[in-house]
Structures are given as structure tokens and as C-alpha cells.
């Protein structure tokens, strides 16, 4: 499995709009509005690099209304929970 952050610049009169639309795309599993240099974060958890590819190019920065990404990916997960049974991709 591949996780991965999208950290988002919006245009601000359309946050909760694309929050909704990015919460829908599957592979996206979480849609945060924050505060700070970026307005919200999705996580992204997909099969394969390819899938990733695919989600953040052709999903996500088609968006309207999105103006800046930035893809972070996930080397290795640190966590105390069984994150394959959480988010099963089958």
C-alpha cells in the first residue's frame, strides 16, 4: 500500500467545495481544513505508485479552483495501528 499527504492551496471562496469533491475520489480517505501555509490536507492511501500517479495528476489537479499541491509519500508508518485492516483496498 502507498500513503501519501496532499497539501493543498485553494482559492479561499472554494475550501469547503473541494474539500467535499476531494472526500469523494476514491483513495482519498481524509479531507482536513487546517490552518497555516496550506488550506487542506487530503490523505491518500492507493495500491501503487501508479495509482498515486494517477489520483494527484489527473484527479486532484484537475480540480478547479485548486491552486497550489504539494505530494508528500510515505516511506514507512510508524503507528500502533493495523493500517492495512483499517483501510482494506479490496
Known amino acids: ?4 499527504v496532499i497539501l493543498i492551496n485553494v482559492e ?7 474539500a467535499e469533491t476531494l472526500s469523494n475520489i ?3 480517505s481524509e479531507v482536513y481544513s487546517v490552518a497555516g ?7 491518500v ?3 501503487e505508485n501508479d495509482a498515486l500517479a494517477d489520483l494527484v ?6 480540480i478547479e479552483g485548486i491552486v497550489r499541491t504539494e505530494t508528500l509519500i ?5 503507528s ?3 493500517l492495512d485492516s483499517l483501510f482494506s483496498l479490496d
Open 1 to 4: 500500500m502507498v500513503t501519501a
Open 12 to 18: 479561499p471562496e472554494r475550501t469547503a467545495t473541494i
Open 26 to 28: 476514491p483513495g482519498i
Open 37 to 43: 501555509n496550506f488550506d487542506l490536507v487530503a490523505l
Open 45 to 47: 492511501r492507493v495500491k
Open 57 to 62: 495528476a489527473a484527479r486532484v489537479r484537475g
Open 74 to 78: 510515505a516511506f514507512r508508518a510508524y
Open 80 to 82: 500502533r495501528h493495523d
